[in-house]
C-alpha cells in the first residue's frame, strides 16, 4: 500500500455504556455481522486497502475473534490500543480516573500507523455505502496546501434520531459553498414531535433542528496534518483540563477541528449523505438496526439498486 493511500481508522474502544455492552460486538443479522462489518465492506468496496481499528485491551481477544478474523482475509488490519497512560511526557493520570480521554486521544494512538490521509468513523454506526464512496473520493483527489483540506459527511438530522431516547450530535452550520462554517455538540436531542429538537436546561425548553440541517456522525477525512495538530494541542488541553475536571473531562475530535478552523489552517468540506443513519445507542434500537439491514439484504427490493449480499465475507 502506498504512502498516499487512504485508510480507514474505526473508534471501536467505547464501551457503549448507554447500550448496556460491548454493542461493537452484538450481531445485527442471522448470519452475525455486527454493524462494523457492514461499514468495513462499504469501505473496501469504496476502494480502501487498510483499516486500522481502535481499541482496549481487555477486548481485544473478543474483537479479534468475532471481528478482525471474518475481515482480515479481505483487507489489511491493524490494531492499535487506547490506553489511558498514553500521555505527553511529564503528564500522569490522575488518580482514580478509568474514563477514556476521548476521540482526539483516541486518534493520537494511531500515530505511529498512519502516515498518509485517512478517514475516521465510530464503530456502533451505520453511515451506508455512499459516505465511503464520498470519502475515498475526496481523499484521493484533495492534498494540503497553504492550509489543510478536511471534508465531513454530513447526514440530515431527522435521520439520525432514535425513539428510544436521547443523541448527542454535532450540529453544523455550513455556508455558501458547503464548507463548514461552525459545529456545535448538543449532547441531548430528542424526537419532539415530527422533528428534533435539543435541550440544554434538562428539559425544560426545547430548541427545534430544522428538517435537512447537516449533522456530524464522526465521519471524517483529514490528511497526515491532523494528527500532528491533535498531538500538539494536547499538552494545552491537558494544562486546561486536568485541573477542572480531571476524572471526565475529553478531548473531543471536533473541538480541534473547530480550533483549526477558527485560526484559519483548515477547511472542512462537507459532504451530505441522505441515506438514513442507524445504530444502537439503546438496547432498543437493535431490532430497528436489524430490520434495515435484513431490507438491505440480496432478497429485497431497494428502489436504489444496492443490496448487501447474505454473506460479506466470502
Known sequence: MTKNEPVLVVLAAGMGSRYGGLKQMDPVDDQGHTILDFSVYDAVRAGFKKVVFIIKHEIEKDFKELVGSRIEPFVE?????????????GYEVPHGRVKPFGTGHALLCCRDVVDGPFAVINADDYYGPRAFAMLYDYLTSHQD???????MVGFHIEKTITENGHVARGVCRTDDHHFLAEINERTRIEKVGDGAAYTMDDGKTWIPIPDGTPVSMNCWGFSRSFLDEL???FPAFLDEQLEVNPLKCEYFLPSVVEELLDEGKATVEVVESADKWYGVTYQKDKAMVMAAIKAMKSDS?????????KNLWQ
Open 77 to 89: 488490519v491493524e490494531y492499535v490500543f487506547q490506553e489511558l497512560d498514553r500521555l505527553p511526557d
Open 231 to 233: 498531538a500538539r494541542r
Open 145 to 151: 496546501d497553504r492550509i489543510y483540506r478536511y471534508v
Open 301 to 309: 427490493q431497494d428502489p436504489a439498486g444496492f443490496r448487501y449480499p
